[in-house]
């Protein structure tokens, strides 16, 4: 049984993998596993893979001339959880994440009528897939960017799966989601409703 709310919740997943549509993705499918679950807590979600579109590289809200940021920003705007799932490549976020967050570094200048940020109320959750290590730091960073702007984070608001180091098994290969991760993605979305709910009904 899920905590009743005033309205319905929704979840938008920004999928950081390097590679466009239709390329099967290990990020892809850990965000569609999140987003599963938080429908399990009467989440409404879409998954957006940022490579499809042409974003591109500043810190304003629209950088003009084709610049497809403002479309997912929007997407944003409406939602009360944002989750950000990304690969690892040379031990870091991927590129495409970097540029979400630098895209997302002009949110600190857009405020309501009270001085607060407009995403203050929102909820960020992350998840990490590779070969390789690098998933902690990647989630420090992540967490530190979305809290920056005015995210909450939530206990425990991350997955993550590590494949052997220096390893060609990707996550999307497996036979199976390891129990670890499934579990761990589990409480993530649990975690995550739950506060989202007590921001709408009781924001900053």
Not at 4 to 33: D, F, G, I, Y
Request: a negative charge; hydrophobic letters at 40%.
């Amino acid at each position: 049984m899920t905590d009743q709310t005033t309205r319905p919740l929704s979840a938008l997943a920004l999928v950081c993998t390097l590679k466009p549509s239709p390329n099967e993705s290990s990020s892809q499918l850990l965000a569609r596993q999140l987003l599963d679950e938080l429908a399990t807590h009467d989440v409404t979600g879409t998954a957006v893979r940022l490579a499809d579109y042409d974003i591109k590289p500043g810190v304003e809200l629209d950088e003009g001339d084709g610049d497809q940021w403002p479309h997912i920003r929007e997407q944003i705007i409406a939602s009360d959880i944002l989750v950000v799932v990304t690969p690892t490549w040379m031990g870091h976020l991927s590129s495409v994440a970097q540029r979400a967050l630098e895209r997302l570094d002009a949110e600190l200048s857009q405020t309501d009528d009270a001085g607060r940020p407009v995403v203050e109320g929102k909820v960020g959750i992350v998840g990490v897939v590779g070969n390789e290590d690098g998933a902690h730091a990647i989630i420090a960073d992540l967490f530190q960017g979305l809290n920056d702007v005015g995210f909450s984070i939530p206990s425990q608001g991350a997955t993550y799966w590590n494949g052997e180091a220096m390893g060609s098994v990707d996550y999307k290969d497996l036979d199976e989601t390891p129990e670890a991760t499934a579990r761990t993605t589990a409480v993530v979305a649990k975690n995550a409703a739950h506060l989202a709910r007590l921001l709408s009904e009781r924001p900053y």
